[in-house]
């Protein structure tokens, strides 16, 4: 098995999940008129695919016992393409609807499995220079997937935007098919979310993991409104943020795997969650001071991705050694702690959105602190099993 052909494959595959609500977003504000309903009916769209993936994440993990890694993963990529392609002939808004529940679910395979497969790959060092790898290039989705979705919107209509995920969900199907496929993640037949959920060390790395990144997309949900509807800007605001931030979190998180072979992963992870909880700190001052300038909150933006990309890598794989041996599940639940922050802290935060850049800075610092928290306080890895 090709190593490098096999890694650039899973990274791929997780992409085409990640793309799943960006590639599309252009396209929600025509839907109503191609196909009926409402605005507030389009954005269901979104919010059924980000359903249907949390659900997905819980099946998959537990289907990880009893189906191979290999088949569960090509599997989920083939019914991802028929399922895009199903999307672009939907009738109905309501159609659409429901497709894109089932589409999410489906398509949340391969960032369930990602993780193990990349552990089974490589050796501890190589596992965490991958998942650094990996967490680069799945950053630069969020950021170029919706200019990508404009662009075949103009070309095509809202159709082409599903027809180009499907095709792209069943060439990597394909190849990986022709290819060899990937290798069985570790699993437990006696593993359960429960227990994962009722141990102190995974939860360790988990929460900590989800909180710190969770913090940090709630901040950048809510400052295109800020930049344009509060503080009198533009989106060309929000880019210059964006691209500043995943350049900075690019640079750490593949310098975090020579940072470790110097430190100690535990140092490095507590360093980047306390880096990124001063830059969210700075932003919570400086908005509170009354402060709107895009040069000062991209500043302050920096150490937030610096410290993710520094802990991110040994973080998440450290919580994957954590699930001792159910890798499937520990990585669904660590992502399921993600969407699940990221909502909260977008729902709680969104009617003092037109407030600027306060509630927005204050939500992240405090999912920062209780990330922080999580280190103080629970169990590290080895610290109550020593066979771990």
Known sequence: ??????????????????????????????????????????????????????????????????VSTNRLFIGSL?????????????????????L??????????????????????FDERGAMAAIGVL??????????????????????????????????????????????????????????????????VFMRYAMSQALVLGGLLVFVFGMP??????NGGSLTDFIVMQVCGVTTFIIAANSATKAVDRFGAERVIATGTWVAAAGAAGQFLYALSG??????????????????????????FRAILASRGDDARGSGLVILFLLATSAIGTALVSPWIEKGTIPLAGMALAFHLVAGACLLMLPKLGATNPTV
């Open 100 to 121: 894109r529940a089932v589409q999410g679910m489906v398509v949340s395979g391969p960032a369930v499995f990602a993780p193990g497969i990349v552990k089974a790959l």
């Open 225 to 230: 409104t800020v930049f344009v509807r509060v």
């Open 135 to 200: 967490g680069s290039i799945e950053a630069l989705g969020p950021a170029l997937a919706p200019i990508a979705g404009v662009v075949l919107l103009a070309f095509g209509g809202w159709e082409l935007n599903f027809e180009v995920m499907a095709g792209v969900a069943g060439m990597v199907a394909l190849l990986l098919l022709v290819s060899g496929g990937v290798p069985q993640v570790s699993r437990r037949g006696v593993g359960s979310f429960t227990a994962l959920l009722r141990d102190p």
């Open 1 to 66: 098995m090709n190593r490098a052909l096999t890694l650039s494959l899973v990274v791929g595959s997780t992409i085409i999940g990640l793309i799943g609500t960006d590639l599309i977003l252009p396209a929600v504000p025509q839907l109503p008129e191609a196909l009926g309903g409402d605005p507030a009916l389009a954005q269901l769209v979104l919010a059924a695919y980000i359903g249907g993936a949390c659900a997905g994440l819980l099946a998959f993990g537990a289907l990880g016992d009893r």
């Open 78 to 98: 083939t019914l991802a393409a028929l399922l895009s392609f199903a999307c672009s002939r939907a009738p109905s808004i309501e159609a659409l609807i429901g």
């Open 291 to 316: 402060g709107t300038s895009v040069l000062v909150i991209t500043a302050l933006f920096i150490p937030v991705n610096s410290g993710l990309g520094l802990r991110g890598p040994p973080g998440f």
